[in-house]
């Protein structure tokens, strides 16, 4: 990890971080037009510039030159921070941590040598730790003011603070122990502890979180992937990368790969994370009550997100953004999955073993399954909610598949499952989520798909245990989008 000296601006490399006290920055890089960010190189070139000028005096002035003869080559270089090019950044960010009594501090622009990629793999997967390991955290707020009010109102210049909406700034403000705010006249604003409440409102993250109270592991990965929904990255890749350490998880950065770099983090997430809600994301719809002398079609409670285009869903999202909606859900271990189905499943019996088999095409996967075929109330439901069918035939010769069970639920308890049936086309690529864009004779289709659908008990115990069984699926990966259907069309 390579710091810069707070009194000289010079880098100094340490090999354990976690054996040097230390601050570090937090901030959104300013763009190319309004002068960008110093790199490695640009201040490496600023101390090459600084040790030649000290050099050239001390040949023209003797006394100088005897001094320098004299000094043992072990002495410290010259300070850069007067240095005219040196921006006023990283100046300011030596001095508040020179004045809170830190000899180090780290700053991602200017101390991560980009041109190797080596080094820049190995920054990416430590930048969780090493902003767990710094002593404080400044977080400067370019457009956050001093007369801007209190921080507070949901209206607040802090509030809509740039920072809040990057995806870097994620993993910032949730790893350090200590936290400050500054503003962009580095007057201190509050540190996170004091701010919890605003922060919990803007970014969505728990007090507990934030207060370093609870571990995140005791989130569920969708409700973590929901933190980062509507955070923004210049680089596509950098929307997974800047994830690694709120998973716990190390993949490769190939910058190049685009959105594929967030199929591999989900990947390497499921490998790592014995958690289903990774799954739980998308439009979501509730099969709520069941009557027996009413049309279940009256019962139904339907409830969507707008935002999602129609496409042929795989297992896996294409962006953080697909679980905007996500941030309620919980994961259920083995033990309480098997209490809520204990009725449906039966005694003593377990839910299937969470293993995940990666191909090209698809995923193989174990999960607890309703054949929708076999449970009359439920396929009508389902038919409402516009599964597209084939497969086997059931009733009155209906074509369907079935509701796959995820262990995890919604705040109210609702259980949450993925309706899966069989693409028109590219029958080998295997089982699609979600409702399908075409339609049925019997029951025309609503124009939005749905692609989770939330589970009452009433439905779970009509889905009894002759119909609810492990099952051993291939699942498509990727999600196939295509243009919306042109309602005139015949």
């Known amino acids: 990890m390579r710091l810069l000296n707070t009194q000289t601006g010079q880098f100094y490399w340490v090999a354990d971080p976690s054996r040097v006290h230390y601050a570090i920055l937090s901030h959104t890089w300013a763009s190319d037009a309004d002068g960008g960010e110093q790199s490695y190189a640009d201040v490496l070139s600023i101390q090459a510039e600084s040790v030649a000028s000290v050099w050239t005096q001390a040949m023209t002035l003797w006394s100088f030159f005897l001094r320098y003869i004299r000094t043992p080559a072990t002495s410290e270089p010259p300070s850069i921070l007067s240095h005219p090019m040196l921006s006023n950044k990283i100046r300011r960010t030596c001095e508040v941590a020179l004045r809170d009594g830190y000899d180090f ?31 404080i955290c400044y977080v400067y707020l370019s457009d956050v003011h001093d007369n801007d009010g209190s921080p507070e109102p949901p209206s ?60 995140l592991d005791s989130v569920s990965v969708a409700r973590r992937m929901s933190w980062a929904a509507l955070r923004e990255t ?10 690694l350490g709120i998973f716990g998880v190390h993949i490769s950065p190939i910058y190049g790969e685009g959105s594929h770099a967030f199929i591999r983090l989900q990947e390497e997430i499921i490998k790592t994370v014995p958690d289903q809600s990774i799954f739980a994301w998308g439009p979501t719809c509730i099969l709520s009550r069941l009557g027996v002398s009413v049309d279940p079609l009256e019962n139904l409670d339907v409830r969507s997100n707008s935002e999602f285009e129609r496409h042929e869903s795989g297992l896996l999202a294409q962006s953080p953004k697909d679980f905007v909606g996500a941030g309620e859900i919980t994961g259920l271990s083995p033990q309480d999955f098997t209490n809520r189905l204990g009725r449906t499943l039966g005694t003593g019996a377990l839910p299937p073993p969470l293993l995940c088999v990666f191909t090209p095409e698809g995923v193989r996967i174990q999960l607890l399954c309703v054949n929708l075929a076999k449970v009359h ?16 035939a059931g009733p009155d010769g209906v074509h369907a598949h079935s509701l796959a069970l995820l262990r995890c639920q919604d705040k109210e308890g609702r259980m949450l499952a993925l309706p899966l049936y069989h693409p ?34 009433s439905i779970l115990e009509a889905a009894n245990s002759h119909f609810m069984t492990p099952c051993e699926l291939f699942i498509r990966r990727h999600t196939i989008s295509y243009p919306l259907r042109n309602e005139t069309e015949p």
């Open 105 to 135: 501090v780290w700053i991602d622009s200017c101390c991560i040598d980009k041109s190797s990629s080596e080094e820049l793999s190995e920054a990416i997967n430590s930048m969780y730790q090493w902003y767990s390991l710094a002593d």
């Open 156 to 215: 607040s210049a802090f509030s809509k603070s740039r920072w809040h909406r990057r995806g870097w700034t994620l993993q910032e403000l949730i790893a350090p122990k200590q936290v400050v705010f500054m503003t962009s006249s580095w007057r201190r604003l509050g540190t996170k502890i004091d701010l919890a409440s605003p922060l919990k409102r803007i970014t969505g993250i728990g007090t507990a979180i934030l207060t370093g109270k609870a571990p």
């Open 234 to 243: 210049t680089r596509a890749e950098d929307k997974a990368y800047a994830l």
């Open 377 to 392: 109330q439920v396929l009508c439901l389902a038919l409402r909610q516009g599964i597209q069918y084939s497969g086997t």
């Open 424 to 457: 028109q086309e590219r029958l080998e690529e295997g089982l699609a989520v979600g409702t399908g864009p075409g339609s049925t004779k019997a029951v025309p289709l609503p124009s939005a798909p749905w692609r989770v659908i939330r589970v009452t008990g």
